[in-house]
């Protein structure tokens, strides 16, 4: 059974880079049939996607994020990462991994298999 | 940027049938998914495809899509189905988009 555990400093201070790993057991982060994602939710308020990424390194990300957000794959520890850059008391929530299959034939990817998710907050 | 349209909450006597909307710009044409979401747990994807099951899902959840509107049915709603539930594309020019999320209060 798949699982996705994400892992990373609970607390970061303001202008500070946040970091967080997500690992994957069960399966393989090389899969032709996934992608990979990050997906955040400030506290009390809606899911919001921040990106996506195949494991050649291709990538899709959150217009309103993409000039702060950097991520990279490991396969070789089944692991992908996310960096968030200049981060602010806005960017505090819960962050989730999560496995996005491509269906076929029709390619509108859904997310199918979520990390339990870790709250990160920025403060001072 | 594509976006998506969700009620802030809707209600439903227990047992009886809830449905949930999801509002976007020709909607119809691409397929939608829904999570369900309760307090402090990771979203569990409940319809993909517009009106498929994942395995374990109940039949009580069944969802359609036409137009510029797509619906997450919940018949016989149980306590348990009490959450939070969100929509979710995948755009050309967007990728992935989610909706704001809606509150089901069963009664």
């Known amino acids: 059974q798949l699982q996705l555990q994400e892992s990373g400093p609970g607390l970061v201070k303001p202008s500070e880079t946040l970091s967080l790993t997500c690992t994957v057991s069960g399966g393989s982060i090389s899969s032709s049939s996934h992608y990979w994602g990050w997906i955040r939710q400030p506290p009390g308020k809606g899911l919001q996607w921040i990106g996506t990424i195949y494991f050649s390194g291709s990538t899709y990300f959150n217009p309103s994020l993409q000039s702060r957000v950097t991520f990279s794959v490991d396969t070789s520890k089944n692991q992908f990462s996310l960096k968030l850059t200049s981060v602010t008391a806005a960017d505090t929530a819960v962050y989730y991994c999560?496995?996005?299959?491509?269906?076929?034939?029709?390619?509108?990817?859904?997310?199918?298999?979520w990390g339990q998710g870790t709250l990160v907050t920025v403060s001072s | 940027s594509y976006e998506l349209s969700q009620p802030l909450s809707v209600s439903v006597a227990l047992g009886q049938t809830a449905r949930i909307t999801c509002e976007g710009n020709n909607i119809g044409s691409i397929n939608v998914h829904w999570y369900q979401q309760k307090p402090g747990q990771a979203p569990v994807l409940v319809i993909y495809g517009d009106s498929n099951r994942p395995s374990g899902i109940p039949d009580r959840f069944s969802g359609s899509n036409s137009g510029n509107t797509a619906t997450l049915t919940i018949s016989g709603a149980q306590a348990g189905d009490e959450a939070e539930y969100s929509c979710?594309?995948?755009?050309?020019?967007?990728?992935?988009?989610f909706g704001g999320g809606t509150k089901l209060t069963v009664l």
């Open positions: 979710q594309v995948w755009d050309s020019s967007t990728a992935v988009v």
């Open positions: 999560a496995r996005l299959l491509i269906p076929v034939p029709v390619p509108h990817p859904y997310f199918d298999s």
